[in-house]
């Protein structure tokens, strides 16, 4: 298994969700008074640019769905 497919960004794990962009990249940054909902090993930027483990998508919006 490649570690790679285990992470990816913010815009794909939003397409592979069905999640607005900016509902997963406040998961990552918290927003108002509510803190990330991602923890350390789950989510961390890279630049300008979120990184997400599927892991941690998972546990914070449930299974990926299935839309074939």
């Known amino acids: 298994m490649n570690v790679l497919d285990e992470v ?19 998961a990552c940054t918290g927003y108002k008074k509510a803190p990330p909902r991602f923890r350390e090993d789950e989510a961390r ?6 990184l997400i483990t599927v892991a941690g998508m998972t546990r914070v919006f449930g ?5 074939q």
């Open 8 to 26: 990816m960004t913010v815009a794909e794990a939003a397409e592979r969700w069905g999640k607005a962009s900016i509902t997963v990249r406040q």
């Open 45 to 50: 930027q890279s630049g300008a640019t979120w």
């Open 63 to 67: 299974p990926e769905p299935d839309y």
